[in-house]
């Protein structure tokens, strides 16, 4: 099995409803995202896939959530946009990005600090 890792980041604010304590208020992170794919495979150049073209996959999630206020954005008007869901998110919308069934999202795990993150498997 073979695992390509890529690091990105995007700036947001949010809030976290029913939650007791400061992050209730309205605050923002520079949240860091790694986005780990695995394959069983290689294609003929001997990659998993393109870096360039994971990238810019990734990238393109990040444009949807670089600069916004989280909580008004269609994924998390029901739920909080915790790191947590944001993880959740950023791995169900690069699994539809991907379109290539050998290439799997293996984990997602989104930094809201240097010392606290959330990794989801999906």
């Given at each position: 099995?073979?695992?390509?890792?890529?690091?990105?980041?995007?700036?947001?604010?949010?809030?976290?409803?029913?939650?007791?304590?400061?992050?209730?208020d309205l605050h923002g992170h520079n949240w860091k995202i790694e986005v780990c794919v695995t394959s069983?495979?290689?294609?003929?150049?001997?990659?998993?896939?393109?870096?360039?073209?994971?990238?810019?996959?990734?990238?393109?999630?990040?444009?949807?959530?670089?600069?916004?206020?989280?909580?008004?954005?269609?994924?998390?008007?029901?739920?909080?946009?915790s790191s947590e869901n944001i993880a959740r998110y950023v791995a169900e919308q690069l699994a539809i990005?991907?379109?290539?069934?050998?290439?799997?999202?293996?984990?997602?795990?989104?930094?809201?600090?240097?010392?606290?993150?959330?990794?989801?498997?999906?």
């Amino acid at each position: 099995m073979y695992e390509l890792k890529v690091i990105t980041n995007f700036s947001a604010a949010h809030q976290l409803k029913e939650f007791e304590g400061a992050c209730e208020d309205l605050h923002g992170h520079n949240w860091k995202i790694e986005v780990c794919v695995t394959s069983a495979t290689l294609h003929e150049a001997g990659v998993v896939i393109d870096f360039r073209i994971l990238k810019k996959h990734v990238n393109q999630i990040m444009e949807s959530l670089d600069h916004k206020f989280l909580n008004e954005l269609d994924p998390f008007k029901d739920q909080n946009p915790s790191s947590e869901n944001i993880a959740r998110y950023v791995a169900e919308q690069l699994a539809i990005l991907l379109q290539d069934p050998e290439i799997k999202v293996s984990r997602v795990t989104a930094w809201e600090s240097e010392t606290a993150s959330a990794t989801y498997y999906p």
